[in-house]
Each structure stands twice: as C-alpha cells, then as structure tokens.
C-alpha cells in the first residue's frame, strides 16, 4: 500500500526514538476522495491504534493507517530528499483525490478517476477543473468547465489538445471524443 523509503525510514527511527515506547506513525488522508483531500503523517502512541486500523511494518516502527484513508492511500510514497535547500520528508499519494478504480470498472468510474487523479491537478494551477457531465450514446464524453476555466480564451484548446488527446489515449476504444457541456448542437436540447 505504501512504501517508504530507506532515507525516510532511518528519518522517522531517529524521531520516534524520543517518544514514548511503542510510537509509530500514522498515514491518513483527510477529505479523502475530494479535490480537497490533504495527506499527512503524524506521530501514533500506542493507545491510539484503532482495532480497524492497518499496520505496515517497517524498519524499527509500524505505519498505521485508518481504514477511510487506506483504499486512497494505495501506490503512496514516502521519501526523505536532501537537496541544496536541505532536507525535507516528501509524500506522493496519487489516489487521494480519487480512490483507484479497476481496469473492468463502469467507464463512468474510470473516466472519472482519470480526470480527478490526472487532468484537475494539471487545471488547478490555473485554478480550473472540470467535471464529466454524462456519455453520450454516440460515444462522446460531455465535460463542464469550472473555476479558473469559465470564461478561459484558452478553454477549447485545452479541451481538444489536452483533455481530448489524454482521454482517447486512455479511452479510445470506448469513447470517440469529448464535448465542452457548453457546445450545443442542433437537436432537441438546443436553443434557437
């Protein structure tokens, strides 16, 4: 579920060697599932293990970790870097945002999954997302721009040079493009 490193590993040896015997880490995500989701580690005297919880055995300590945190907590990485800044404890959980779906999920799930792990990170520099609004039955994928992205000059190129090429690497054989909700074709939905 997580793997830590040998840097990191002596790191937190060193730390849990001042606290009361018995201490290990804790490995959580809050607002787990969310855009929002944070990761962190803190310190997990003994009493505080729950019955629920997950222990992972390391060097000299147990990483424990809560059972809402542990499905997204999967493929999590935790290193200790020393660079020209000094050192600093790093770590990457790629599925905090949004819990890892299987290959043979609901394309919904899995269309879902990517834009939540991969395409909002990319859009929240610029402080955008989007969403997937349905599948249409002829195969294309409806989006709907928020935040950073309403109003956006740039917004039908990322739709079509990044989003769309990301989603048909991924989805090819099951979607055949993707719509901006704001595109309206002619139809029973549309204005006149």
Same mark, same amino acid.
């Given at each position: 579920m997580i793997s830590i490193s040998t840097e990191a590993q002596a790191h937190f040896s060193k730390l849990l060697a001042k606290q009361e015997s018995g201490t290990n880490i804790r490995v959580f995500v809050v607002n787990p599932g969310? @855009?929002?989701?944070?990761?962190?580690? @803190?310190?997990?005297?003994?009493?505080?293990v729950e019955p629920t919880d997950t222990r992972l055995p390391f060097d000299g300590f147990d990483a424990v970790v809560d059972e809402e945190s542990a499905p997204y907590l999967e493929e999590a990485e935790i290193d200790y870097v020393?660079?020209?800044?000094? @050192?600093q404890l790093t770590l990457k959980a790629p599925n905090a945002k949004a819990r890892k779906v299987a290959d043979d999920?609901?394309?919904v799930e899995r269309i879902n999954y990517m834009i939540e792990s991969e395409i909002n990170p990319q859009l929240a520099s610029h402080g955008g997302q989007v969403m997937l609004v349905?599948?249409?039955e002829d195969g294309y994928a409806v989006l709907?721009?928020?935040?950073?992205?309403?109003?956006? @000059?740039?917004?039908d190129v990322t739709l079509k040079e990044g989003i769309e090429k990301q989603m048909l690497e991924a989805f090819g054989g099951d979607i055949k493009g993707v719509r901006d909700a704001t595109e309206h074709q002619s139809g029973e939905h549309s204005y006149y």
């Open positions: 969310t @855009s929002s989701a944070e990761c962190g580690v @803190s310190y997990c005297p003994p009493d505080a020393t660079d020209q800044m000094g @050192s999920a609901p394309l349905e599948v249409t709907q721009f928020g935040g950073g992205c309403n109003g956006c @000059s740039m917004v």
